[in-house]
């Protein structure tokens, strides 16, 4: 059953179980209340120890249980109710021992009890030990959650709490939110075409010798994954990296700027929105030689001439003829950030101009966070924190539905 009275985004209750994971449980809230979820929390006792119901109560407005016979709180709302409220029972951290208790059907405290009598899909995300993670038990039980359907997102690996490396972190806040985005319908993205490029082009020079950039693609594989967890049928066209394909993305591998534009102009008609995240050579070698250039082929001491030609701007050739697709497009500044991105946005005719100051060490190419700004053909601009690429790519989603709301 689900209840009549869910909002459009749904109704997550989130089972907290007692891991030190628990620390970013307030973050995760946060999050899912930004992406229009109403949440509930409960906690094991163990939980209520890494973290407050008094903080989840205060960051969600609505009591954090723990306690399965408490009667003023069962008076309130029953445990069964709460089952029945759930659209999503989101569990994290979700413990090796309370997995445990979920694949053997335990009921004796409320988090077990609750998700026993729900009928809504569950998420878990486990965090734990990696050994504790690994050990043949956790396994097999995880193995008979998801034969009833139970999903799992995570762990990651890294570097654990308790001093071992391993897989056995709990999964980032942002993956979580969008995983449920997900399961309840996906914010309206679900049958959306959602285009992106990624990292840099490499314009050969001859057979083995390239003139390309430092461009990862790390922050349009982080925006293809996020659109793709979100429901969108994402086309990533991807220039030469060795990242690996997010879950249910088309990629499309091209070297070239050449390439890029072709395999972007293939699919730009069946898109809704096009993310242009991809460092473009703005040049290439006029004449690349198919065999390798010898030195001894030049006169000896000579230097190598090498003649570039300018290459089409794929973002302005789009947006020329966008109709009511959404284009958003990316400015890799290293001085005057704001005012180059204002005079970009209107040189390219985009809808949005995520901004990066590639000057920073902790931003820009090749780092795991960004710091940007959206930049607006009215002349806002936003001014986003230093954030995970992942939760970069969030907001810019979160910007993308408002924008898909004014221009479509
Ligand atoms: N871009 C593109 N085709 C090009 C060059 C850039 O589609 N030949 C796109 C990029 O994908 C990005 C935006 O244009 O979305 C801006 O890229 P950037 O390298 O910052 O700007 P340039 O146009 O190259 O201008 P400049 O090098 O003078 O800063």
Redesign the pocket.
């Known amino acids: 059953m689900t209840s009549a009275a869910s909002p459009p985004n749904g109704h997550v209750l989130l089972a907290v179980s007692g891991g030190i994971a628990a620390y970013k449980v307030p973050e995760l809230v946060r999050q899912l209340g930004r992406a229009g979820h109403e949440v509930r929390c409960i906690l094991t006792e163990a939980a209520t120890r890494f973290v407050s119901p008094m903080v989840l109560q205060t960051l969600t407005g609505a009591p954090a249980r723990s306690e399965l016979f408490d009667a003023g709180e069962e008076g309130e709302i029953s445990h069964i109710e709460l089952a029945d409220w759930a659209d999503v029972v989101l569990v994290a951290p979700a413990t090796a021992d309370l997995l445990a208790r979920m694949a053997g059907g335990l009921a004796g405290d409320l988090v077990s009890t609750v998700l026993l009598a729900t009928r809504a899909p569950v998420l878990v995300a486990p965090a734990m030990n990696v050994n504790m993670w690994r050990h043949p038990a956790t396994q097999r039980n995880l193995e008979r959650l998801r034969e009833r359907g139970v999903q799992v997102e995570g762990p990651e690996a890294g570097e654990l709490a308790c001093g071992w490396e391993g897989e056995g972190r709990m999964s980032d806040p942002t993956a979580l939110a969008g995983r449920v985005g997900l399961m309840l319908g996906g914010h309206g993205w679900r049958g959306v075409g959602v285009l992106v ?1 990624a990292g840099g082009t490499r314009e050969p020079i001859d057979a083995v010798r390239a003139v390309t950039n430092r461009s990862s693609g790390k922050m349009g594989f982080a925006i293809a994954a996020e659109a793709a967890r979100r429901g969108a049928e994402v086309v990533l066209v991807a220039g030469p990296c060795s990242l690996e394909t997010p879950p249910g993305v088309r990629r499309v591998d091209v070297e070239t ?1 050449l390439e890029m ?1 072709a395999a972007v102009h293939e699919s730009f008609e069946s898109c809704h929105v096009a993310v ?7 040049f290439r070698p006029a004449t690349p030689s198919e065999r390798k250039i010898k030195k001894e082929d030049l006169a000896p001491g000579a230097g190598l001439r090498l003649e570039l030609v ?8 789009i947006s020329a003829r966008r109709g009511d697709r959404v284009v ?6 290293s001085h005057d950030v704001i005012e ?1 991105a204002k005079r ?1 946005l209107a ?2 005719a ?1 809808d949005l ?1 995520v901004a990066n100051d590639i000057s920073r060490s902790d931003a820009g190419f090749d780092t795991d966070t960004n710091a940007v700004f959206l930049v607006s053909p009215g002349g806002q601009v936003e001014e986003l924190p230093l954030l995970s690429k992942a939760e970069v790519a969030a907001r810019l989603l979160d910007r993308i539905e408002k924008l898909r709301g004014v221009v479509r």
């Not at 242009?276 to 703005?282: E, R, T």
């Not at 958003?328 to 500044?333: L, S």
């Open positions: 490029t700027a534009e242009m995240s991809a460092a473009v050579a703005d300018p290459n089409p701007d794929i973002l302005a050739g958003v497009g990316f400015a890799a500044e180059a970009k040189r390219k985009c101009l």
